[in-house]
């Protein structure tokens, strides 16, 4: 273990990346990285860290936003259950810890939207905590240099490597050890074609010296995806559009979107058109299909989203369901909207 530890913290002293989190030990900072940072790359995730660290430089700041704010300000990065747990955390702690971060694992471990991981993280880099924090590239790390047969996705394979983490941070820097091990699975042991010929762990590396670098880790469930097929009403009239807002505990929580109808297959627009949710528009004197757009798709972590456009120009007096929000077309920007929205909105506005 000392021949393991020793050469991932040389190598971190020297290649590791500088990024603005790792210059502080405020755990506001440090908790809001790892947020962004989950299923997200740091190259993508950089720019909306900084964004959300000027908007709102500390956690009160945060927790006096609204949550369209945030939302918006989340915009394009996906798995939006994490902004809303963020939010609601940094209001947690402002009401019950008089906007301080506690300072210990489990009541770190008992805000919403933190798990053992990202608790870890914080107690570690922030208050010097022993606790290890065990994400995707240290299962990738230990598992190849040790030889860990276990499966990474279940409870008893994660409980092997959990204890052998334990083991290893005991007696160093846990702040800095921790982030050696994540930026050595990022950066150095990655998951196809790592350049073993240069890694500091070549001789001890179990996976390398029997030739099963590509077998380790090892998972044993596959995410299977479903498929859903959605098709967006643009309704249109004069300079006006509507947007629907999404409340029900399904993705996209909270965006707004253009209106749509769900259905189990690739479906005739006729067939949408006649589907007894057009009641969405309760009066107009003339309905007129301008534009229909091909299918797309958008990919989730579980599901594989078919979406595409139906464009509607409407004209007469309009009255629509009280649950759809009538928006200026100019306007329509400031609504924090899903991802596979954004190109098509911007192409809506320029016509």
């Not at 097929?229 to 909270?254: A, C, E």
């Amino acid at each position: 273990m000392d021949f393991f530890n020793s050469r991932i913290h040389h190598w971190y002293a020297i290649y590791k990346r500088d990024l603005p989190w790792r210059n502080a030990r405020n755990p506001y900072f440090i908790w809001l990285s790892e947020i962004i940072l989950q299923q997200t790359r740091i190259d993508q995730g950089l720019a909306y860290y900084l964004r959300f660290t000027e908007e709102f430089p500390t956690i009160n700041d945060l927790a006096n936003a609204s949550e369209d704010q945030v939302l918006k300000l989340w915009q394009g990065l996906g798995y939006y259950s994490r902004a809303r747990n963020l939010f609601f955390t940094a209001k947690y702690i402002n009401q019950h810890h008089h906007g301080m971060f506690p300072d210990d694992y489990n009541s770190i471990l008992s805000l919403k939207g933190i798990g053992e991981y990202t608790a870890a993280a914080i107690a570690s880099i922030s208050f010097n905590l022993e606790y290890p924090a065990v994400d995707g590239n240290v299962y990738r790390v230990l598992s190849r240099f040790f030889g860990i047969q276990e499966p990474i996705d279940t409870n008893a394979g994660k409980k092997v490597f959990y204890e052998l983490a334990k083991e290893l941070i005991k007696g160093t820097n846990p702040g800095m050890h921790n982030q050696a091990l994540m930026e050595f699975g990022a950066l150095q042991c990655i998951p196809k074609n790592p350049d073993c010929q240069h890694c500091p762990l070549r001789e001890g590396c179990f996976a390398f010296g029997s030739g099963k670098i590509g077998d380790l880790p090892v998972k044993q469930n596959k995410t299977k995806q479903r498929d859903r097929y959605f098709n967006y009403l643009v309704f249109v009239h004069n300079k006006y559009t509507w947007l629907r807002q999404r409340t029900k505990n399904d993705i996209w929580k909270g965006l707004f979107e253009f209106p749509f109808i769900e259905t189990s297959e690739k479906t005739d627009v006729g067939q949408i058109l006649i589907n007894c949710e057009w009641g969405m528009i309760t009066n107009s004197s003339g309905i007129i299909v301008e534009s229909i757009s091909s299918w797309k798709v958008h990919i989730l972590s579980h599901q594989k989203i078919h979406y595409r456009f139906i464009k509607l120009n409407m004209s007469g007096e309009i009255e629509m369901l009280d649950d759809l929000i009538r928006v200026n077309k100019e306007d329509i920007l400031s609504f924090a909207v899903p991802k596979l929205l954004e190109i098509y909105i911007d192409e809506f506005l320029k016509k």
